[in-house]
């Protein structure tokens, strides 16, 4: 199931146009019962530092300032590498697991209990675009479809007035590769993420500026008389009903967007949970994609994938993770923007029982090295290590995969890839990643590429 | 583990699943036909010369299978199971689907005549299944398919009045067929299927501004009928065959019409796979356009369904070793000799001025040391990245201001000013700059407020080649200052990158009221930052005065003859590769890995077909001529299949095989193999020409009969793959656009040119593609003018499924979806074009049928009219001109 049958499908089939309405709204059904309805993807573009969040190496701190055991002086993505460096901050005890984390990202650490940690993760990309893709996609090539395209495809729509699939960019920019990030590749166009944030809507989504609302009324109208003629004199073919019902679809959609985006809605404590109002306006920004996303998976959105931080900027570190030559400064900037509105965003999800069936995934696209750049206090790219967690419908909170060695250099047990990721949250979503499949030039694509291995340590 | 149709025999029970796990995960390679490696699994005598050692090793490694390994527990599980002996009785037998081999379809010869015609193919397999051709369709109906087909454009109503009146068939595809718009049109499906795009993609994305005159050798091709073999030899190596005729080498943009990623990796492995890249995209889109061949499944090992060895694919990879994305000069003979004959009395002035300035700088060595003390002795330090101070006489000051007259090209991290007691005044006081640099996407990324944040780790900048910026602080209270600190990389964390770009002159006032202004420093007797320059004042100095005046003029000679050279007329550049001799050689990379390099490999063509291989040293260019011409030799089954499917799939919405790109195990097997076999003989015997092919298919029958449904055939054929009537068709995402600013009466006919671009183009490090609220007049060309950028969704054209030129798109798609209708119906493009459109049928003394006839190609029923016509009074052409550029009939073709 779930292929693209050859040949081709088209819907110039004889009999009924009613299918059409359908055959817009509805992907298949999943392979076996899901723990899993709807994902919420948060990803940190510019290679999130696993040595300063998650991934806790007291080896690195003793040894500090020595240079890397065995490790002749490194050349990576940006040069040469000089001695180790300690993260500039403490790590502490978290949760009633007493997991390790980083002192800078307090209100996370409270819910983490919850998480599931992957510490063994590995990307084939040392620069952000290619691996940003890679982490979303699994090919470091564009043009392959990203996960929420996948989902949406196996799994169809919940809401019809609403787009299945939302890619939320962060107010200072798109992150690097852009669109290729969420795009649908080969799939069909109707399963590309729509972008659009609580700043700026869906494009096109309102009548146009000089169209009064009458005269857009019956120029619809005078639309479905002229297509209902049409499709009369062309019955049998459903593509003229199918497209029939989208313009009912649209309509629809105008209404209900609108009402997804007003936040104003919402309660005021609601809004202080997230930090909505923080007076540092990029963490205001992304505590309200943050809500926004909430109110995307409330009302039946398959798939939200919501950034935090943008695309590689001629500075390095200043508008994503990417803390080449200021790490402490870099990421006492981002720290705080990060973690009050995820740390929102989650026990909102809980309280409201969406938890349930919700799966809150938190990636980033590598992680950095354990020493510092030559002659510089920042780490360079390190796509040999890196950690990303898991939340939520059936995650087993406190479990961990995989482990890197004394310095976070490498992983030295239970390699994983974006593949076996993926083979997870598809795992979780009902799907078996080996059937998840759509022919494109001479191959059965997947999202896992023909690698994957469910976590299965990580589930519940 | 589940059991498998197998004999188990006598297996003990714990370690019995080393047999299941190779018939599982192995066979489907090592099995006794396919045999790869050489090596079968069917027996364990078979597999005796590796159960001792070899097997062990390459699973425990993960080696094999390719792309990974086995999972752990398997892995763990064959150990086991070889360990205690390999216990195995019986033969595995292939539970995975057979792969294709040398006799497969696509590669038998293509037959020595073409017998038949294309009716008597269509009609036979209809008549198998009791069906029978529709009755062909009416002329409206045919003129409307066949001009979008042949050109992407609607027919005028004139033109549709005429042919209705009973114009000649003939004569109708016979003028479509010579108009520039079939070039236009059919030059698109070709760039869809070679992946061709106009910026490098991955993360910087940087346009490529000289990639569209590629685009137009396309169109140029297909409106010439060039045959299609030498489109194939310019595409590969018209650098050869056109040297110095810049019509024919540019045709080499095929070859570097992919993606390429252009940042800097310093890391080994990185370095190799970017270069394995790029030969993959060359490899690729070579195998997948001209032969119809998955080769790039084979870089990781043999093809695990077509008799293609990874060999196969690293040897065509090596016909590309030469081949470097880039631009190069694309001018004819006479004008590289002209150029070259200007410039080099030029060359000859800079290179005399330059030996008389060193010998000059020769002369001065025995007296430098000194004259360099005295300069530094009279002058103060350069200006300094890591800090520069100046201090000055205690003043009272309300606002103190410093004036950049160069600008800052490496920016400030700080500002500080400090009072008599030592105390940063600066600090925290809103700094306010005459101009700042703004970075898409957020304009607080170089914000003045950095200027005096206390921090030193990002910086504000002057935007790019402004001279003459102040920044003014207006402190918070009147203070006495005697001295001001200021810094471009305070941290050094570039390591003195911006020495030489830290702002060299500067003027430093004070002011009480922000009107009048005191100056208390300024950059006078600094010496100057750029080390040439010091050096210059240095040998200045050692000079004497005659030698001081011969130094200036030589300097001023210089200039004057770089502007002179500068001043000529540029070789004209395209993005078309670049070709380097000294080839690095291609390693077979095994499991795709690069750095685990095997042998080099020698330039060659597939083996499954009959070919050439040359030797490991063979130059550069003749790899590609080799290929060249055996892809276009008429011994080449695949060459004219491939291509006479891909007419088919285009003038029916789908092939004869409906995988225009894959004609191995995978693709699809034609629904007509003779009729596809006839159609490339065909084509070979119209020397390789496609519009007679195209007539003969536009003229058949088969083509000319109604769209009509017909319940009693659908049921038999619901895919109508078998054409018992014509498959209306979607319009492409570039005709929907086309068709609108046609009917609106605004689209600009002109031919060929830079590309327009439906974004906004930023680039900061990596480039941002905005969309744009309005598009201009300068975008109502046809959409194959459109710049194409990679990953770019463009509005309008991506919602229609027009695909991403990131990877070879052989076949459209066509979805539908609300955000199609609602992009249809609120762009800014469709209002516009309504209010065109309005005018035009306003113009006629009767707009609705003029309207209908320009949307539709027929006129209005009286249902039709009495609603049109409501809608117009009540609300103006414009509403009329938006419902119809909506509605199906505007943009179905039956």
């Known amino acids: 199931m779930f292929t693209n049958a050859l040949p081709c499908r088209r819907r110039f089939i004889q009999g009924l146009g009613a299918v059409a309405l359908n055959g817009l709204l509805q992907g298949g059904a999943p392979h076996f019962t899901p723990k899993v309805k709807r994902v919420i993807q948060i990803m940190c573009p510019g290679g999130v530092s696993h040595l300063d969040t998650f991934d806790y190496k007291p080896e690195l701190i003793k040894r500090s300032g020595q240079p890397m055991p065995g490790g002749e002086k490194e050349v990576s993505f940006q040069g040469a590498n000089g001695n180790l460096m300690r993260s500039p901050w403490e790590f502490v005890r978290r949760g009633q697991s007493g997991r390790w984390m980083t002192e800078k990202l307090p209100q996370l650490g409270a819910l983490a209990d919850g998480m599931a940690f992957i510490h063994s993760m590995t990307s084939r990309s040392n620069t952000h675009g290619p691996a940003c893709v890679a982490m979303n996609t699994g090919f470091v090539f564009e043009g392959f479809p990203s996960a929420g395209a996948w989902t949406t495809y196996a799994l169809g729509s919940m809401n019809e007035n609403l787009p299945a699939y939302v890619a939320i960019p962060d107010v200072r920019g ?15 166009a109707e399963h590309q993420g729509i972008s659009f944030n609580a700043a700026e809507p869906i494009r096109n989504l309102d009548r146009p500026e000089g169209v009064p609302e009458p005269a857009d009324q019956a120029t619809r109208a005078l639309v479905q008389t002229l297509n209902e003629g049409h499709a009369a004199r062309h019955a049998g073919d459903a593509e003229l009903r199918a497209r029939i019902a989208s313009y009912e679809l649209a309509a629809r959609m105008q209404l209900s967007a609108p009402e997804v985006s007003n936040l104003a809605s919402e309660s005021q404590a609601t809004h202080a949970l997230y930090g909505t109002a923080d007076a540092n306006p990029l963490l205001a920004a992304y505590a309200r994609n943050c809500l926004l996303s909430r109110r995307l998976v409330e009302r039946g959105v398959r798939y939200v994938q919501l950034y935090c931080a943008s695309r590689a900027s001629g500075v390095d570190g200043l508008l994503n993770w990417d803390a080449h030559k200021t790490l402490k400064a870099d990421y006492e900037r981002h720290f705080p923007i990060l973690d009050k509105p995820t740390a929102g965003l989650i026990t909102d999800l809980r309280a409201r029982g969406l938890l349930d069936d919700t799966l809150v995934l938190w990636t980033t696209e590598f992680g950095r090295m354990p020493t510092h750049q030559e002659g510089l206090l920042g780490r360079d790219h390190n796509p040999d290590a890196y950690t990303v967690w898991m939340l939520g419908a059936g995650v087993k909170g406190g479990a961990t995969h995989g482990a890197t060695d004394d310095f976070g250099r490498r992983v030295v047990s239970d390699v994983a890839t974006v593949h076996d990721y993926w083979a997870t949250v598809l795992h979780l979503l009902g799907l078996n990643h080996e059937k998840l499949t759509w022919y494109h030039n001479g191959i059965n694509r997947r999202l896992t590429d023909v690698h994957g291995h469910v976590m299965h340590g990580l589930l519940r | 583990m589940k059991r498998i149709v197998f004999l188990l025999g006598t297996l003990t029970a714990v370690y019995a699943g080393g047999p299941e796990i190779l018939q599982k995960r192995c066979l489907s390679c090592h099995n006794g036909q396919a045999k790869m490696g050489g090596l079968s699994l069917e027996t364990k005598a078979d597999a005796a010369a590796v159960l001792s050692g070899k097997l062990a090793r390459r699973v425990e490694a993960g080696e094999m299978p390719p792309g990974g390994g086995l999972p752990p527990g398997e892995r763990a599980e064959i150990a086991a199971w070889l360990r205690s002996g390999a216990s195995w009785e019986g033969r595995l037998t292939l539970a995975v689907r057979p792969r294709a081999g040398k006799d497969w379809w696509s590669l038998q010869p293509i037959p020595a005549s073409a017998v038949g015609s294309i009716d008597a193919f269509i009609q036979a397999k209809l008549a198998e299944k009791g069906l029978t051709l529709s009755a062909p369709a009416d002329r409206r109906t045919l003129i409307r398919r066949v001009t979008f087909d042949l050109t992407g454009l609607p027919p005028t109503p004139e033109e549709v009045d005429a042919f209705v009146a009973g114009g000649s068939y ?39 501004p000289t990639a569209w005159l590629f685009r137009d050798f396309i169109i140029r091709s297909f409106n010439e ?98 081949v470097h994305h880039g631009e190069r000069v694309i001018a004819t003979e006479e004008r590289k000799a002209a150029h070259q004959a200007a410039a080099r009395p030029i060359e000859t002035r800079i290179a005399a001025a330059k030996a008389s300035l060193a010998g000059l700088r020769d002369g001065a060595k025995p007296g430098l040391e000194a004259a360099e003390e005295r300069v530094r002795g009279r002058m103060r330090p350069p200006v300094d990245s890591y800090g520069t101070e100046e201090r000055f006489e205690a003043v009272a000051a309300r606002f103190v201001r410093l004036t950049l007259p160069q600008g800052g090209a490496g920016g400030l991290d700080e500002f500080e000013v400090w009072n008599e007691a030592g105390k940063n005044v600066a600090l925290g ?18 914000h003045p407020r950095l200027l005096t944040d206390g921090q030193f780790d990002k910086r504000w900048f002057a935007p790019p080649g402004t001279n003459g910026v102040t920044i003014t602080l207006p402190l918070a209270a009147t203070e006495r200052v005697n001295r001001a600190t200021w810094s471009t990389d305070r941290q050094r964390a570039f390591q003195g990158r911006f020495q030489q770009s830290t702002p060299a002159r500067y003027e430093l006032a004070v002011s009480m009221d922000g009107v009048t202004w005191t100056t208390v420093a300024m950059d006078a007797g600094r010496m100057p930052a750029a080390k040439d320059a010091q050096e210059r004042l240095f040998v200045m100095e050692a000079l004497d005065l005659a030698g001081r005046a011969s130094y200036t003029q030589a300097e001023q000679e210089l200039a004057a003859a770089a502007a002179a050279l500068a001043k000529l007329e540029k070789l004209p550049r395209a993005y078309a590769g670049e070709f ?56 080449n089954p695949l060459t004219p299949r491939v291509m006479a499917n891909r007419l088919w799939y285009y003038h029916f919405g789908r092939g004869l095989s409906g995988t225009p790109s894959d004609f191995g195990y995978n693709g699809e097997r034609p629904s007509h193999p003779e009729l596809l076999d006839y159609l490339a003989r065909k084509l070979l015997d119209y020397g390789w020409r496609l519009k007679p092919l195209h007539r003969e298919i536009v003229l058949s029958r088969t083509y000319r009969q109604a769209s009509d449904g017909n319940a009693a055939a659908a049921r038999i054929d619901a895919d109508c793959r078998l054409l018992w009537r014509f498959p209306p068709q979607r319009l492409q995402a570039e005709a929907i656009r086309d068709n609108m600013l046609a009917v609106a009466g605004v689209l600009d006919r002109t031919v ?15 480039a941002t593609y905005f969309p744009v609220e309005r598009f201009g007049p300068e975008t109502y060309r046809r959409a194959v003018y459109a710049q ?67 949307a539709f190609g027929r006129p209005p029923r009286p249902e039709e009219r009495t609603a049109a016509q409501a809608l117009a009074v009540q609300h103006g052409y414009p509403a009329l001109a938006r419902a119809l550029f909506n509605t199906n009939e505007f943009i179905y073709v039956h």
Not at chain 2, 277 to 290: E, I, K, L, P
């Open chain 2, 580 to 635: 380097k001799e000294q080839v690095e050689p291609v390693y077979l990379h095994k499991g795709g890995n690069v750095m685990q390099r095997g042998d080099p490999m020698p330039a060659g063509s597939p083996s499954a077909l009959p070919g050439f291989e040359l030797p490991l040293d063979a130059p550069e260019s003749d790899r590609r001529m080799a290929l060249a011409r055996w892809l276009t030799s008429n011994d």
């Open chain 2, 788 to 854: 194409s950028a990679r990953s770019i969704r463009t509005e309008l054209l991506s919602v229609y499924d027009c695909p991403d030129s990131s990877l070879p798109e052989p076949r459209r798609y066509v979805t539908t979806s609300p955000l199609q209708a609602l992009t249809l119906l609120n762009h800014s493009f469709t209002i516009d074009m309504a209010k065109a459109f309005a005018r035009r049928m306003a113009a006629s003394a009767d707009p609705v049928g003029r309207g209908f006839a320009l």
């Open chain 2, 225 to 322: 009928d060039l045959p299609y073999s030498d489109l194939i030899v310019r595409s590969l190596a018209g650098d050869v065959t056109g040297k110095g005729v810049p019509e024919i080498e540019i045709g080499t943009g095929f070859l570097v019409a992919g993606p390429h990623d252009t940042v800097g990796n310093q890391a080994e492995a990185f370095k190799r796979q970017q270069r394995a890249d790029d030969y993959d995209d060359m490899v690729n889109a070579t195998a997948s356009a001209f032969l119809g061949l998955t080769v790039n499944c084979a870089k990781c090992h043999d093809h695990k369904f077509d008799p293609i060895r990874q060999t196969d694919y690293y040897r065509l990879a090596a016909v590309f070793a030469g």
């Open chain 2, 429 to 446: 006081v809103p700094a306010l700059a005459s101009a700042t640099r703004v970075a898409d996407g957020n304009p607080d990324a170089y």
């Open chain 1, 174 to 188: 798109i992150p690097p590769s852009g669109p290729a990030n969420w795009t649908a590749g080969f799939l069909p």
């Open chain 2, 752 to 766: 060929g040119g830079p590309s327009f671009q439906l974004y906004k183009y930023t680039v900061d490090n990596v």
């Open chain 2, 170 to 208: 003939e004569q109708l595809v016979d003028r479509l067929l010579a108009s520039p718009a079939y070039g236009e049109r059919w030059g698109r499906h070709w760039l869809d299927v070679i992946r061709f795009g106009e910026s490098n993609g991955y993360e910087q994305n940087h346009i490529r």
